[in-house]
Every structure is written in C-alpha cells, then in structure tokens.
C-alpha cells in the first residue's frame, strides 16, 4: 500500500456515559485543550446507559472552540437520512464549520427494531445505506432545488434541502466487510474502522478493497481518508500493538501513515491521563515521523536488515563522547561483552564521522531526535532481553516449545524504522503487524546534508543487511526446535550471535547519529 499524503488528524472516542454527563463533557475540553483535532462519540441509541450522541455532540461544540465533532458512527436506520442531514448541516453553520459525519449501515438489528426503527436484514440496511448517502449529500445542496430520491428504503421525494453546510462535512462510512468497504470506495469521503475490528495486519487487504472499488467508480482512491480507532497501554512492553511506551506507539502508528495511508487516529480512553500523554508524547512524535518520511525524496524496500564472554571490542576503546555534549540523549556505550564466537563483521573498521564543534549547544527541539533513536533503541534492547529470558524458560522446561515461538513472533526486533531512515526488514515482529516496511529517508538527507557522513551511512546500511540475515537464522533455529529437527543450543547459538550484533550495532548508531541528527535539524 501507500501513503496517500492526507493532513494527520487526531481525536478522541469518548464513551457517553449519562451518569458521568459532566465528565464526558470535560474530556471533550480536554481534547480541546490539549490541541487535538476531534472529539468522537459513538451512536447506539438503544442504549439505556448512553446519552444520545447528536445532543451530546452539540453540548460539546458548544463547550468547545475549535475541535471539530463527530459520530463515530451513526446508527442510520434509527435516524431518517434527510433529517440527519439538517441536524448535520445545522450543527455546522452553528459551531462554524466543526462537524463530521460518520455513518454505520446499523449492524444490531434486533434493538433498532425495538426501537421503532425498521426490520431490515444487513444486506438491506447496507442498500439503505447508500440511499441514504445519496439523500444527505442532496439535502445539503439548497441550489439544486427539491431533492428526489425515490429508493427502495426511501422515498425523498420533493423535500426542500438546506440549510447548506458551513464547510463541506466528510462523509465517513464505518465499514469492516467487503460490501461495505465497496460502499466506502464508490460513495463516502472517508473510511473510520476500529482496531478490535480490523487489526494492523488486515489493514492492506481492506484498503485494496476500497481502493478497488474507488477505481471501478471513476474515483482516486487518495480520494477517501483513513480513520483508524485505537487503544493501548503505554505500560506494556511493546511487544503487542500499542502496548509500550509513547515512543513505541509513534513508531507503530507512523508506519500506518506511511504503508497502510491511515491518517486519523482517534484514541478510545475515557482517562485524561492517558488523552494528555496521547497528546504530548504520541501526537508530535506521529507527526514527526511522517513528516521526515514524506520529505523524502522516495520510498525504498530493501533487504536490509547465554553466557560464555570473548574479550571486548577494540571499538569500545574508543572514547564514546560522540553525542553526549548537550543533546539530552546519551549513547548507549558498547560493552565489549560478546556471547558468540562468531563474528559477522570487522568493528575495528567502522568509520566514523566528524567529531562534535567544541562548545556547541542544542536547542529541546533539536535534542528530540536523538533522544527519541535512543528511546526507541532502548526498547530492542529490552524486547531482546525478554527473548532471551524466554528461550532460559523454555530451557528450564517452564515453557512449551509451541507457546514460545508463539510469543517469539510476537516481538519487534528490528531497528528504529523512522529517524534512521533505512529500515531492516522485519522478522519476529507482531503477529497483528505482520509487514514488512523499509525506508531509505533519513540516511538519503543525512548524506545531502553533510557528505563528510557517507561512509558511516554506507557501513551503517551494510550492517542492516547483516542484522537481516541474522534475523533470518534465529527464525531458523526456532522452526527447527518446534519441528523437532533441532534443539534450544542451536537456538541459543543464533541469539547470542544477534545479542552480539544487534547491541553492537545499536551503540555505533548512536554514537555517530545522535550529534549529526540535532545539527542539521532532523528534529
């Protein structure tokens, strides 16, 4: 897939809760204030213990000053398209221009129709569906005169429209389904799925299916915008989906942008501070991220990417000052421990780039980079301490062989994908995640910016192809345990040679990259 180049959008999904109606409204400012882009509710009317979302969604707009508001989505069978038209159009003209729309085909069947609502069978509220796109988007038109649309669901036949929009509202169809997901491409001027629904790994075949349905109808599919809800935990320890720390979720969320084309990510959590760390640590790192990628002059994939010590490295000889003057981040200095008598590169012959200005300071905006690399760095360092400690487990016969390479595909061990800007493919990553993302961006503009940096960047991506393979090996070693045809020494073998590699590699990438990442402004 690609990055379709939308603006980035945030938001939040807030439960509307009527016994806590003052607080649902506060985290509604909350997001407000916080800067964030939309408040969100969702629509199931048949809902005892829910206030109805299109009065709640006008309390908020105006409590609010510039956040726009949305149903996420509404339950159009329990609210007659030329009507949800006006209340749309006259929320908008109302908080000037700060309304979405987001429409659900009705999947409940059962309590739409105790609640008055029609008995229709999904396939029916799915055609109801796109009548009823067809009568809104009329209804929003007062130029064009009476509006007439005689369907099979609806008859709108002769009905005045206005009044208009203050702006034009996006249509957004909630859509999971290959049908709805057609519906989407040929009509609507955005996709909203959540992730319980449709997690990361689903998202390529989904967007096709959109995508395809756009073309068949005369339409670009860059034409319809992504919104994908989530939710997570910043105290995992990432080896899942959005569970680790904020860096962790920037990374995760920022290759949706770029592969998947999401481009509105809206949080489901009723804790403000969850919002506030979403917001301040999340958000700016997500736009950084897809910033750097986008300016980029193109987009590559690429294949790239215990116990008993050796003596220590002549690198670590080396005084490690590089990065530590002022940049808010300090490299992670090799230890010169090796657990492998394999060797799978010469350290001693690592180049290295030019050497800090004496007295130079840095600005916060311009430490974040290299504290971020760093950050992230330091999560592969744990994630690798994890999958050591399961492979002692399984040794220990605390573990079955089957549960642990369950879990081992689980983990993340690849290289910091963004302010790098060269990727190692990914192996031994999250199974919901499963794609593979390489990128050329950083390095290209770290080379343009100082040329004195190339041959660190040249060994740099050498070395990734080498992680690679590696990588490859571990996989390897582990199919052979749960075939049988191999045993946890062998495993071990191959993880103590990507011990040994991977944090060598990580400490050299620090050391030359950190100082060279707040220069010249890759921030």
Same mark, same amino acid.
């Given at each position: 897939?690609?990055?379709?180049?939308?603006?980035?959008?945030?938001?939040?999904?807030?439960?509307?809760?009527?016994?806590?109606?003052?607080?649902?409204?506060?985290?509604?400012?909350?997001?407000?204030?916080?800067?964030?882009?939309?408040?969100?509710?969702?629509?199931?009317?048949?809902?005892?213990?829910?206030?109805?979302?299109?009065?709640?969604?006008?309390?908020?707009?105006?409590?609010?000053?510039?956040?726009?508001?949305?149903?996420?989505?509404?339950?159009?069978?329990?609210?007659?398209?030329?009507?949800?038209?006006?209340?749309?159009?006259?929320?908008?003209?109302?908080?000037?221009?700060?309304?979405?729309?987001?429409?659900?085909?009705?999947?409940?069947?059962?309590?739409?129709?105790?609640?008055?609502?029609? +008995?229709?069978?999904?396939?029916?509220?799915?055609?109801?569906?796109?009548?009823?796109?067809?009568?809104?988007?009329?209804?929003?038109?007062?130029?064009?005169?009476?509006?007439?649309?005689?369907?099979?669901?609806? &008859?709108?036949?002769?009905? +005045?429209?206005? %009044?208009?929009?203050?702006?034009?509202?996006?249509?957004?169809?909630?859509?999971?389904?290959?049908?709805?997901?057609?519906?989407?491409?040929?009509?609507?001027?955005?996709?909203?799925?959540?992730?319980?629904?449709?997690?990361?790994?689903?998202?390529?075949?989904?967007?096709?299916?959109?995508?395809?349905?756009?073309?068949?109808?005369?339409?670009?599919?860059?034409?319809?915008?992504?919104?994908?809800?989530?939710?997570?935990?910043?105290?995992?320890?990432?080896?899942?989906?959005?569970?680790? %720390?904020?860096?962790?979720?920037?990374?995760?969320?920022?290759?949706?942008?770029?592969?998947?084309?999401?481009?509105?990510?809206?949080?489901?959590?009723?804790?403000?501070?969850?919002?506030?760390?979403?917001?301040?640590?999340?958000?700016? /790192?997500?736009?950084?991220?897809?910033?750097?990628?986008?300016?980029?002059? /193109?987009?590559?994939?690429?294949?790239?990417?215990?116990?008993?010590?050796?003596?220590?490295?002549?690198?670590?000889?080396?005084?490690?000052? &590089?990065?530590?003057?002022?940049?808010?981040?300090?490299?992670?200095?090799?230890?010169?421990?090796?657990?492998?008598?394999?060797?799978?590169?010469?350290?001693?012959?690592?180049?290295?780039?030019?050497?800090?200005?004496?007295?130079?300071?840095?600005?916060?905006?311009?430490?974040?980079?290299?504290?971020?690399?760093?950050?992230?760095?330091?999560?592969?360092? /744990?994630?690798?301490?994890?999958?050591?400690?399961?492979?002692?487990?399984?040794?220990?016969?605390?573990?079955?062989?089957?549960?642990?390479?369950?879990?081992?595909?689980?983990?993340?061990?690849?290289?910091?994908?963004?302010?790098?800007?060269?990727?190692?493919?990914?192996?031994?990553?999250?199974?919901?995640?499963?794609?593979?993302?390489?990128?050329?961006?950083?390095?290209?503009?770290?080379?343009?910016?100082? %040329?004195?940096? +190339?041959?660190?960047?040249?060994?740099?991506?050498?070395?990734?192809?080498?992680?690679?393979?590696?990588?490859?090996?571990?996989?390897?070693?582990?199919?052979?345990?749960?075939?049988?045809?191999?045993?946890?020494?062998?495993? &071990?073998?191959?993880?103590?040679?990507?011990?040994?590699?991977?944090?060598?590699?990580?400490?050299?990438?620090?050391?030359?990259?950190?100082?060279?990442?707040?220069?010249?402004?890759?921030?």
């Amino acid at each position: 897939m690609a990055d379709y180049g939308h603006e980035l959008l945030f938001g939040t999904f807030i439960t509307p809760i009527a016994a806590q109606a003052e607080r649902v409204v506060e985290l509604a400012q909350l997001t407000d204030d916080l800067g964030l882009d939309l408040v969100t509710v969702q629509d199931h009317p048949y809902q005892q213990a829910f206030l109805d979302t299109w009065t709640l969604l006008s309390v908020i707009a105006a409590k609010t000053a510039r956040v726009r508001v949305m149903p996420n989505v509404v339950s159009l069978p329990l609210r007659p398209p030329a009507i949800l038209a006006k209340s749309a159009a006259s929320l908008d003209v109302l908080s000037n221009g700060r309304v979405e729309l987001g429409l659900g085909a009705g999947p409940f069947l059962e309590p739409i129709a105790a609640m008055g609502g029609p +008995k229709r069978t999904v396939g029916q509220n799915i055609g109801a569906l796109e009548e009823g796109i067809e009568i809104i988007r009329a209804m929003w038109r007062p130029q064009d005169g009476a509006v007439r649309v005689d369907g099979e669901h609806y &008859r709108v036949w002769g009905a +005045k429209p206005g %009044p208009a929009p203050a702006h034009e509202i996006g249509i957004w169809v909630g859509a999971v389904k290959k049908r709805m997901l057609g519906v989407t491409g040929r009509l609507a001027d955005g996709w909203s799925v959540s992730s319980p629904y449709a997690g990361p790994e689903e998202l390529p075949a989904k967007n096709r299916l959109i995508d395809r349905a756009a073309e068949d109808a005369g339409r670009e599919p860059s034409a319809i915008r992504r919104l994908y809800n989530i939710s997570g935990t910043f105290d995992g320890s990432g080896a899942e989906f959005l569970q680790g %720390p904020p860096a962790v979720w920037a990374e995760q969320l920022a290759e949706l942008s770029v592969t998947d084309g999401m481009s509105v990510f809206i949080l489901a959590s009723d804790d403000p501070t969850t919002i506030r760390r979403f917001a301040a640590e999340v958000v700016p /790192a997500v736009r950084e991220l897809v910033a750097q990628e986008r300016s980029s002059a /193109a987009y590559g994939r690429e294949r790239s990417a215990g116990t008993g010590a050796t003596e220590a490295s002549p690198e670590t000889d080396r005084p490690s000052s &590089r990065g530590e003057r002022g940049l808010g981040a300090l490299p992670t200095p090799d230890d010169g421990i090796r657990l492998s008598g394999e060797r799978v590169w010469d350290e001693s012959d690592r180049p290295e780039g030019p050497a800090p200005e004496p007295g130079r300071t840095y600005t916060a905006h311009e430490q974040a980079s290299g504290r971020h690399l760093v950050d992230v760095h330091d999560h592969l360092r /744990a994630e690798l301490s994890q999958l050591r400690g399961l492979i002692d487990q399984v040794a220990a016969g605390s573990v079955g062989i089957g549960e642990a390479r369950s879990q081992i595909n689980t983990m993340t061990m690849r290289q910091n994908n963004w302010t790098l800007g060269t990727y190692c493919e990914t192996y031994c990553r999250i199974v919901t995640t499963h794609h593979t993302l390489e990128d050329q961006a950083m390095f290209p503009q770290l080379r343009r910016a100082d %040329p004195r940096l +190339k041959p660190v960047i040249d060994r740099l991506e050498e070395e990734h192809h080498v992680i690679h393979d590696v990588l490859e090996r571990v996989d390897a070693a582990l199919v052979a345990l749960v075939s049988g045809s191999g045993g946890i020494e062998q495993l &071990r073998d191959t993880v103590d040679l990507l011990t040994d590699t991977l944090l060598s590699h990580l400490s050299y990438e620090e050391r030359e990259l950190v100082e060279p990442l707040a220069r010249l402004g890759f921030s």
